[in-house]
């Protein structure tokens, strides 16, 4: 399957502005903090979180970093997401398409939470290679994904976690930290050496 078009996200925020629940669900507020907690260091210089969506983890990550670039496929849901940060001057949110696009600079931590398994198996290794190269030595990588499949996503969260894990293990300047799964989501943390 081909990586999901920013038209199928437009078309989902156009007809719910919280497709997925972020502001009420009890699971994602699980996800949610599971994810600030398994954050390898206490704060970060500078972040760059792909799949803010409307901002929900986004105003909590940022509490941990000094800088915070934030993106979106879609247009849509960063209307909710300005609105939910617009008092939080360290953080900037861009419309962008990752993997074809991607910014300029180094960060000593990227998170990816629900979103790698949108892209097919070639974006993910073309945005495997750019997140490697983009980190700083020591900088690090989280990953969080649902894991059960979804018939119109390309990839499942267990496909996207082992790629990682596979390019980890095949001598990329990358090492596993730690990783745990819970009932629908996986987590693994990696690091740049």
Not at 46 to 64: C, D, H, M, P
Not at 69 to 95: C, G, N, Y
Request: with cysteine.
């Amino acid at each position: 399957m081909n990586t999901l078009s920013q038209t199928y996200f437009d078309d989902v925020y156009r007809a719910n502005e919280d497709p997925w629940n972020f502001t009420t669900s009890e699971y994602e507020r699980d996800k949610y903090n599971d994810t600030i907690d398994s954050l390898g260091r206490a704060h970060y210089k500078n972040a760059f979180e792909i799949g803010t969506s409307i901002g929900v983890l986004t105003a909590q990550l940022a509490q941990r970093c000094d800088q915070l670039l934030t993106v979106d496929a879609s247009e849509l849901p960063l209307k909710q997401a300005r609105e939910r940060l617009k008092d939080v001057p360290h953080v900037t949110i861009r419309q962008m398409a990752v993997p074809d696009q991607f910014p300029e600079g180094m960060f000593d931590l990227i998170l990816v939470s629900e979103v790698a398994y949108y892209w097919s198996m070639d974006d993910l290794r073309k945005a495997q290679h750019l997140m490697v190269e983009h980190l700083q030595p020591g900088g690090q990588l989280l990953l969080v994904h649902w894991t059960p499949e979804v018939h119109d996503y390309p990839l499942t969260g267990d496909e996207v976690h082992e790629e990682f894990l596979t390019i980890a293990r095949d001598g990329q300047p990358l090492r596993h930290l730690h990783g745990h799964r819970k009932e629908n989501y996986r987590l693994d943390l990696f690091e740049k050496w």
